[in-house]
């Protein structure tokens, strides 16, 4: 099978271009002339192939996705300057993406199924720590709006593609630069909380969320069908990031929680230097919001419809990950 991974190098899409091509398939990575191409020049060359351009262009998309069986779509931007910026990549980049597919189809193509790397961001936080529904569209940031859009636009196609949605919880492991953020605070004894550290949230290894993406390429599931991605934990910030310490084996000397209020006003100095800088920036008034909130879901349904598991949870992961971090001088 030959599989069009966009995002591949990004976090999740370079575990899902790996997985892809140690599994045996051709896997044809779009990637932008600026991207950092050294971890997918590891993998089997035989396997991968490089088509040079980005989800924005759609002359480029179009010529990627000639001949491919499949559609793995990881790119998205999760901080931007406007929430302009945020449409622009993630939700007309699907749509040139999609727009591709059908013309592939209606030429004669056969495309096996179009996976859409959402985010439990597109439902919206839980009210009462407890999982959300599949059913909740309520987003309270850009980036949340901007893939919920995305979904609508994938909806609008199901009866012409085989489309299949996953919404990540909080994805974290081996390459990624999100996360590593917690450990570099636990690494200078930093304990990083925030509030009381209550705040309940649920989490994905990378390379299992790879697979789950894999899965969602040959379940026979209808088309639009919605599927949340998470190891099946439920974790309060304080006892999730003290798992952090236990992987580092080092005990912070700072434990208490920033108030929000604090981070509030943090925030208002970051976006103005954000702004002035023309750069995105994470730590955003709407993120202090967010992290305000409970951020849950499950994923037996999950389980049960692709053939998925997680194999590592996060206290076995966060040691994985830091040990990750440590042989490549991330830490």
Request: glycine share 8%; hydrophobic share 45%.
């Amino acid at each position: 099978m030959k599989v069009l991974v966009t995002g591949a190098s990004g976090f999740l899409g370079s575990h899902v271009a790996e997985r892809l091509a140690t599994a045996g398939h051709d896997v044809r990575v779009l990637v932008r002339r600026t991207s950092n191409r050294k971890f997918l020049e590891t993998l089997p060359r035989a396997r991968i192939e490089f088509a040079e351009g980005s989800v924005e262009d759609a002359a480029r998309v179009e010529e990627a996705v000639v001949g491919v069986d499949a559609i793995v779509h990881s790119a998205g931007v999760v901080k931007a300057l406007t929430a302009a910026d945020f449409h622009t990549t993630n939700v007309q980049g699907t749509q040139n993406l999609l727009e591709a597919a059908r013309k592939l189809v209606r030429a004669g193509g056969a495309l096996r199924r179009f996976v859409q790397v959402s985010s439990l961001e597109a439902s919206g936080p839980s009210r009462d720590g407890e999982p959300v529904s599949l059913a909740q569209e309520e987003p309270c940031t850009e980036y949340g709006r901007s893939k919920l859009a995305a979904e609508k636009a994938c909806l609008a196609l199901k009866d012409e593609l085989p489309i299949t949605i996953l919404r990540p919880t909080a994805i974290y492991g081996p390459r990624d630069n999100e996360l590593l953020e917690a450990f570099r605070a636990v690494k200078r004894r930093v304990l990083p909380l925030t509030g009381d550290g209550t705040t309940k949230y649920t989490f994905v290894y990378g390379p299992d969320c790879a697979e789950a993406c894999i899965r969602a390429l040959d379940a026979e599931v209808p088309s639009g069908s919605i599927y949340f991605v998470a190891d099946g934990d439920v974790w309060e910030q304080r006892a999730s990031m003290m798992k952090i310490e236990d992987a580092l084996d080092q005990r912070a000397l700072m434990r208490a929680g920033v108030p929000f209020g604090v981070m509030r006003a943090a925030a208002f100095f970051v976006e103005a230097y954000g702004k002035a800088a023309k750069k995105p920036v994470m730590l955003t008034r709407e993120k202090v919001a967010m992290l305000e909130n409970h951020f849950v879901c499950d994923a037996a349904a999950t389980r049960a419809a692709l053939g998925w598991e997680p194999e590592v949870r996060w206290p076995e992961g966060t040691r994985l990950t830091a040990k990750w971090y440590l042989e490549h001088g991330w830490l």
